[in-house]
Nanobody
Framework: VQLQASGGGLVQAGGSLRLSCAASGGVDSITAAGWYRQAPGKQRELVADITSGGNINYVESVKGRFTASRNHGLNTVYLQMDSLRPDDTAVYYC????????????WGQGTQVTVSS
C-alpha cells in the first residue's frame, strides 16, 4: 500500500488549499488517518486526525479553519485548509492505518505548504 499526498503549494495569507491523500496498491481500506505537519526547526505535530469511528479532532491552532474528511469509496482523506496564515507553512504529511483486524501503518511522502504574508 502506498499513500500519495498532493495539493500543497504557495498561497497568500487568507487563501485556501486542499490536500489529498490517496491509498493505493492494496485492497484494504483506510481505517483511521491523520494529517501532520513539520515546520523548519520544529517537531512534527498532529494537525487533525480521523478516528476509526469517524470522529475528527483538530489541534487548537487550526480549529475553525481546517476541515478533515474522508471518502471511503476513493480510499482518500482530505484536509481543506482555509484562512491560511504564514505560521501554517510546513511540510504536511498524511498517515493512515490500513486494514481490518490487523492494522498496518503508512506515511505519505509529504507535501509543502507555503503561506506568504
Amino acid at each position: 500500500v502506498q499513500l500519495q499526498a498532493s495539493g500543497g503549494g504557495l498561497v497568500q495569507a487568507g487563501g485556501s488549499l486542499r490536500l489529498s491523500c490517496a491509498a493505493s496498491g492494496g485492497v484494504d481500506s483506510i481505517t483511521a488517518a491523520g494529517w501532520y505537519r513539520q515546520a523548519p526547526g520544529k517537531q512534527r505535530e498532529l494537525v487533525a486526525d480521523i478516528t476509526s469511528g469517524g470522529n475528527i479532532n483538530y489541534v487548537e491552532s487550526v480549529k475553525g479553519r481546517f476541515t478533515a474528511s474522508r471518502n471511503h469509496g476513493l480510499n482518500t482523506v482530505y484536509l481543506q485548509m482555509d484562512s491560511l496564515r504564514p505560521d501554517d507553512t510546513a511540510v504536511y504529511y498524511c498517515h493512515a492505518y490500513v486494514g481490518v483486524g490487523t492494522l498496518y501503518s503508512y506515511w505519505g511522502q509529504g507535501t509543502q505548504v507555503t503561506v506568504s504574508s
